[in-house]
C-alpha cells in the first residue's frame, strides 16, 4: 500500500491537474484510459473534490456530459481530481477533442472537504466549448447535474458506436436539434 506522502510525491511529480466530472471518472464508460495513464505512471488520482464555485453540468447528445463555464448557475459538482504527465495532457486533450472544438481546458478551482477543513486546489477541466456551452445549457432550461451518475452513464453511446452523418455536438446544437 502507498502512503500519503508518496502518494503526493507521484502527484507532485505530474505537473498538470485535471478535474474529471464525467465518462473519465472510477466507474464510469472511459475510466479505462485514466487506468491506463495510472499503469503508465502518467496520471495518479489525488481524490473527490467539487468545483470551488457553482457550474451547470448537462447531457447532450449520446449521453455525453459537458461542465458549461457560466459561474454561478447550476451546482457545485463532483468528481475526481487527477494529477498526469505532459503525455497524458496531449492524450487527454485528444481523447476530449480539443482542436475539434468540442471541449476546451480552462482553470477551475475545486476543494475536497478533508478532517472538517476545506483543500482547495487549482486543476483545469474539460469544457463544453463556448461556441455551443451556453446554448446548450438554455437547451436544457437551464436545468443541470450536481454529478454525472450511473443513471446519466446509461445513456453513454461510445464514439465509435454513435450513428453516422450529423452526430456531433457542434452539429445537433448549431441546428437546435437536442
Same mark, same amino acid.
Given at each position: 500500500?502507498?502512503?500519503?506522502?508518496?502518494?503526493?510525491?507521484?502527484?507532485?511529480?505530474?505537473?498538470?491537474?485535471?478535474?474529471?466530472?464525467?465518462?473519465?471518472?472510477?466507474?464510469?464508460?472511459?475510466?479505462?484510459?485514466?487506468?491506463? *495513464?495510472?499503469?503508465?505512471?502518467?496520471?495518479?488520482?489525488?481524490?473527490?473534490?467539487?468545483?470551488?464555485?457553482?457550474?451547470?453540468?448537462v447531457?447532450?447528445?449520446?449521453?455525453?456530459?459537458?461542465?458549461?463555464?457560466?459561474?454561478?448557475?447550476?451546482?457545485?459538482?463532483?468528481?475526481? *481530481?487527477y494529477?498526469?504527465?505532459?503525455?497524458?495532457?496531449?492524450?487527454?486533450?485528444?481523447? !476530449?477533442?480539443?482542436?475539434?472544438?468540442?471541449?476546451?481546458?480552462?482553470?477551475? $478551482?475545486?476543494?475536497?472537504? !478533508?478532517?472538517?477543513?476545506?483543500?482547495?486546489?487549482?486543476?483545469?477541466?474539460?469544457?463544453?466549448?463556448?461556441?455551443?456551452?451556453?446554448?446548450?445549457?438554455?437547451?436544457?432550461?437551464?436545468?443541470? *447535474?450536481?454529478?454525472?451518475?450511473?443513471?446519466? $452513464?446509461?445513456?453513454?453511446?461510445?464514439?465509435?458506436?454513435?450513428?453516422g452523418?450529423?452526430?456531433?455536438?457542434?452539429?445537433?446544437v *448549431?441546428?437546435?436539434?437536442?
Amino acid at each position: 500500500m502507498v502512503s500519503e506522502t508518496e502518494m503526493e510525491k507521484e502527484a507532485k511529480a505530474k505537473p498538470h491537474t485535471i478535474f474529471a466530472y464525467g465518462t473519465l471518472k472510477e466507474g464510469f464508460p472511459n475510466h479505462d484510459l485514466m487506468e491506463g *495513464l495510472i499503469s503508465r505512471d502518467d496520471a495518479v488520482c489525488i481524490g473527490t473534490y467539487f468545483t470551488h464555485h457553482p457550474y451547470p453540468l448537462v447531457c447532450g447528445p449520446h449521453g455525453i456530459p459537458y461542465l458549461i463555464n457560466l459561474p454561478g448557475s447550476g451546482h457545485r459538482i463532483k468528481g475526481q *481530481l487527477y494529477a498526469v504527465s505532459d503525455d497524458a495532457l496531449i492524450l487527454l486533450d485528444h481523447f !476530449e477533442g480539443v482542436a475539434a472544438g468540442y471541449y476546451e481546458r480552462l482553470p477551475v $478551482a475545486v476543494v475536497a472537504a !478533508e478532517g472538517g477543513g476545506m483543500v482547495e486546489a487549482e486543476a483545469e477541466a474539460y469544457w463544453a466549448h463556448r461556441r455551443f456551452g451556453e446554448v446548450l445549457w438554455k437547451m436544457k432550461g437551464e436545468v443541470g *447535474l450536481v454529478e454525472y451518475g450511473q443513471n446519466e $452513464a446509461m445513456d453513454y453511446v461510445r464514439r465509435e458506436d454513435r450513428p453516422g452523418g450529423r452526430n456531433t455536438i457542434l452539429d445537433l446544437v *448549431l441546428s437546435s436539434e437536442l
